[in-house]
């Protein structure tokens, strides 16, 4: 692929941009609360956009494109059933108990409703995951860059890595955020006319559907067992695995997604956060998924000269010719995009990249600021002093995401590995936090062992596995069809012995004073009902609108 | 606080006028090898609009305020 001057220039205008309003921000900074919450002030639209964008980074891009050209429209399964139902749990449920809490973090709710040992469990396994998401995607990105356009891995890791301290050093997680929002437009700026061209091209959804084997183009159809479809996954665990563990596992606890939520101006905006999000966030398989569904139907098709419009992508892996799906989105660009709209698309995937890294940077900083400095290294320090922290926190953070890239390109199969375990490392994580918020008689003992019992499981179940021959370390008890299934079913038993063990050591173990836990508890907490609020603009109206929509496109793809 | 309407509102004005520059007068860059329609213009056009959309957002907003 190669640039024209006019690409360089939309690129370097997004750079400005997004500096710009780190700049214009920084005066905003004065307290750490300001820094690391944003001063509980951000606007509800705002918000919302960035709860969907911090997602959206440049490995979820490329990733969905890669998984829509496999997997065909099932990918959709990630958002229609796995993200959507979570977000509106977490609206309606979940949110009044976190913005309600004044906690200002994850684990910090975890420290009041449970103890200090939940706490540094999960700020410590949150704050290494960060990490290395952050550095892995960093990765992915600089060997993407090289590959398509030749440019060096380390000047492009290390410039994006600079701007995205500069704006987040500056103005904090408010920057954060407001350059989420921003790059989020230019997410579907730069790849919706690219969806909208790749299915032109191969004849519209009919034609795609009528060049393609039926279990590409339908989502629910062939979901009767797990040969049928080309994910490999049978309903239940599809479902339960998918749909309820892990998505719920992730939308609502992990504070890189929940603290943008937290940022809001009031509970009501809070709670609408999400539920905003989730109208963009239904119809982004449309930006995402639909190229690579269409990239494999317009490699069926006959050109002109007799060849086929489009070949999919070929790596050499082990002395074999292998499909690179995760080429599929760069040069369906190439393919598509002439100079100028080119500049547009390659600044997304920059936006994407730098969204889903801000967001990883500004998560960490917060929960190393509160939950591991000050409640482990110091106490009770001024304010200012907790500020400076956190921004050294913003600049030590960006420095260990750049060490953790340069390890994904030393030892790949190590991150093969920990990316694996990122993918089930919530799941107990929400039995923990369904018990915590919805039944008063959980206790903290309860919870911590049930933790570590589900964390345990998920690696044991991991290790006695296997699928598509990875796996089994400790053992080869069950085959998986796919590594999808075996990833769903770990976190299937991760939370099912995470949700027993805390029931039973919760029952056997000494309980906390009902007056300790209002506000944190579900049946001992006032949940306000707006009744000012405009018909639209209660969480309920918001939920059931959004569940209605969602159906339809199940139904639809189905 | 910041309206984030304005400088976003600003950036996709530019980008459109870019692109829409592209597609008027720089014939060379109509295509891709996929593409036989003028993708700059009318891309360009949706995100003129946008951006100008988000600028009459935040006057009409800023003008309530005050």
Request: aromatic share 14%.
């Given at each position: 692929m190669k640039l024209a001057p006019v690409d360089y220039v939309i690129l370097a205008t997004y750079f400005a941009m997004v500096l710009g309003i780190g700049w214009m921000l920084r005066k905003k900074v004065s307290t750490s609360g300001d820094f690391l919450l944003s001063g509980r002030a951000v606007p509800v639209w705002i918000t919302s956009l960035a709860f969907i964008a911090a997602n959206l980074g440049a490995q979820e891009l490329i990733g969905m494109a890669a998984s829509g050209a496999k997997y065909g429209i099932m990918t959709a399964h990630f958002y229609w059933v796995g993200a959507i139902p979570a977000m509106v749990f977490m609206g309606l449920f979940m949110m009044p108990f976190y913005y309600g809490s004044k906690a200002r973090s994850v684990p910090e709710y975890l420290k009041m409703r449970f103890d200090e040992k939940?706490?540094?469990?999960?700020?410590?396994?949150?704050?290494?995951?960060?990490?290395?998401?952050?550095?892995?995607?960093?990765?992915?990105?600089?060997?993407?860059?090289?590959?398509?356009?030749?440019?060096d891995f380390s000047t492009s890791v290390l410039a994006t890595a600079v701007i995205v301290l500069a704006y987040t050093y500056l103005g904090g997680l408010t920057s954060a955020i407001y350059n989420e929002v921003l790059q989020f437009f230019l997410i579907?700026?730069?790849?919706?006319?690219?969806?909208?061209?790749s299915c032109a091209k191969a004849g519209g959804w009919h034609g795609i559907v009528s060049r393609l084997p039926s279990n590409m183009t339908h989502s629910w159809s062939h979901m009767g067992s797990a040969s049928q479809n080309p994910m490999g996954v049978e309903l239940f665990g599809m479902v339960a695995g998918l749909g309820?563990?892990?998505?719920?596992?992730?939308?609502?606890?992990?504070?890189?997604?929940v603290q943008r939520a937290m940022a809001a101006d009031s509970m009501s905006a809070a709670r609408r956060t999400p539920l905003i999000g989730a109208i963009p966030k239904m119809f982004l398989p449309f930006v995402v998924i639909l190229p690579g569904i269409a990239a494999v139907a317009l490699a069926q098709v006959a050109g002109p000269g007799g060849a086929h419009l489009y070949e999919l992508p070929l790596k050499l892996s082990g002395g074999v010719w292998v499909k690179d799906y995760d080429q599929v989105l760069?040069?369906?660009?190439?393919?598509?995009?002439?100079?100028?709209?080119?500049?547009?698309?390659?600044?997304?995937?920059?936006?994407?990249?730098?969204?889903?890294?801000?967001?990883?940077?500004?998560?960490?900083?917060?929960?190393?600021?509160?939950?591991?400095?000050?409640?482990?290294?110091?106490?009770?320090?001024?304010?200012?002093?907790?500020?400076?922290?956190?921004?050294?926190?913003?600049?030590?953070?960006?420095?260990l995401s750049i060490g953790a890239a340069y390890l994904a390109g030393y030892y790949n199969n190590i991150m093969d590995i920990l990316q694996f375990v990122f993918g089930f490392v919530n799941a107990p994580l929400f039995a923990t936090f369904l018990l915590g918020m919805f039944w008063k008689k959980a206790t903290a003992n309860g919870a911590f062992s049930g933790l570590v019992t589900g964390t345990v499981a998920a690696a044991l179940t991991w290790g006695l596995t296997v699928a598509e021959g990875k796996g089994g370390v400790f053992g080869h008890v069950h085959e998986f069809p796919s590594v999808m299934a075996q990833n769903f079913w770990i976190a299937i038993f991760a939370f099912t012995s995470c949700f027993l063990v805390t029931v039973l050591v919760s029952l056997v173990t000494a309980r906390r004073q009902e007056s300790e836990l209002e506000g944190l508890v579900y049946g001992l907490t006032k949940i306000r009902r707006d009744e000012n609020a405009k018909w639209y603009e209660r969480p309920v109206v918001l939920a059931v609108f959004v569940l209605v929509l969602a159906v339809i496109l199940n139904v639809w793809f189905a | 606080?910041?309206?984030?309407?304005?400088?976003?509102?600003?950036?996709?004005?530019?980008?459109?006028?870019?692109?829409?520059?592209?597609?008027?007068?720089?014939?060379?860059?109509?295509?891709?090898?996929?593409?036989?329609?003028n993708v700059n213009l009318y891309a360009g056009l949706a995100m003129l609009v946008f951006g100008l959309f988000l600028l009459l957002m935040a006057r009409l907003a800023a003008g309530k305020t005050r």
């Amino acid at each position: 692929m190669k640039l024209a001057p006019v690409d360089y220039v939309i690129l370097a205008t997004y750079f400005a941009m997004v500096l710009g309003i780190g700049w214009m921000l920084r005066k905003k900074v004065s307290t750490s609360g300001d820094f690391l919450l944003s001063g509980r002030a951000v606007p509800v639209w705002i918000t919302s956009l960035a709860f969907i964008a911090a997602n959206l980074g440049a490995q979820e891009l490329i990733g969905m494109a890669a998984s829509g050209a496999k997997y065909g429209i099932m990918t959709a399964h990630f958002y229609w059933v796995g993200a959507i139902p979570a977000m509106v749990f977490m609206g309606l449920f979940m949110m009044p108990f976190y913005y309600g809490s004044k906690a200002r973090s994850v684990p910090e709710y975890l420290k009041m409703r449970f103890d200090e040992k939940t706490r540094g469990f999960n700020a410590f396994t949150f704050a290494v995951m960060t990490i290395f998401s952050s550095g892995i995607s960093m990765y992915a990105l600089g060997l993407l860059l090289h590959l398509v356009l030749g440019w060096d891995f380390s000047t492009s890791v290390l410039a994006t890595a600079v701007i995205v301290l500069a704006y987040t050093y500056l103005g904090g997680l408010t920057s954060a955020i407001y350059n989420e929002v921003l790059q989020f437009f230019l997410i579907v700026a730069g790849f919706a006319p690219l969806a909208i061209l790749s299915c032109a091209k191969a004849g519209g959804w009919h034609g795609i559907v009528s060049r393609l084997p039926s279990n590409m183009t339908h989502s629910w159809s062939h979901m009767g067992s797990a040969s049928q479809n080309p994910m490999g996954v049978e309903l239940f665990g599809m479902v339960a695995g998918l749909g309820f563990v892990l998505s719920f596992g992730y939308w609502c606890t992990n504070f890189l997604v929940v603290q943008r939520a937290m940022a809001a101006d009031s509970m009501s905006a809070a709670r609408r956060t999400p539920l905003i999000g989730a109208i963009p966030k239904m119809f982004l398989p449309f930006v995402v998924i639909l190229p690579g569904i269409a990239a494999v139907a317009l490699a069926q098709v006959a050109g002109p000269g007799g060849a086929h419009l489009y070949e999919l992508p070929l790596k050499l892996s082990g002395g074999v010719w292998v499909k690179d799906y995760d080429q599929v989105l760069t040069t369906l660009m190439a393919k598509f995009y002439p100079a100028g709209i080119l500049g547009v698309g390659l600044t997304g995937l920059m936006a994407s990249f730098m969204s889903g890294m801000a967001g990883n940077v500004t998560a960490f900083n917060t929960v190393f600021t509160y939950d591991i400095y000050q409640a482990y290294i110091r106490k009770g320090a001024p304010d200012q002093h907790y500020l400076k922290v956190g921004k050294m926190t913003t600049i030590v953070g960006v420095a260990l995401s750049i060490g953790a890239a340069y390890l994904a390109g030393y030892y790949n199969n190590i991150m093969d590995i920990l990316q694996f375990v990122f993918g089930f490392v919530n799941a107990p994580l929400f039995a923990t936090f369904l018990l915590g918020m919805f039944w008063k008689k959980a206790t903290a003992n309860g919870a911590f062992s049930g933790l570590v019992t589900g964390t345990v499981a998920a690696a044991l179940t991991w290790g006695l596995t296997v699928a598509e021959g990875k796996g089994g370390v400790f053992g080869h008890v069950h085959e998986f069809p796919s590594v999808m299934a075996q990833n769903f079913w770990i976190a299937i038993f991760a939370f099912t012995s995470c949700f027993l063990v805390t029931v039973l050591v919760s029952l056997v173990t000494a309980r906390r004073q009902e007056s300790e836990l209002e506000g944190l508890v579900y049946g001992l907490t006032k949940i306000r009902r707006d009744e000012n609020a405009k018909w639209y603009e209660r969480p309920v109206v918001l939920a059931v609108f959004v569940l209605v929509l969602a159906v339809i496109l199940n139904v639809w793809f189905a | 606080m910041l309206d984030l309407r304005v400088p976003s509102g600003w950036f996709f004005t530019l980008l459109g006028v870019i692109l829409v520059g592209m597609g008027v007068f720089a014939p060379g860059y109509r295509t891709a090898p996929l593409t036989g329609i003028n993708v700059n213009l009318y891309a360009g056009l949706a995100m003129l609009v946008f951006g100008l959309f988000l600028l009459l957002m935040a006057r009409l907003a800023a003008g309530k305020t005050r």
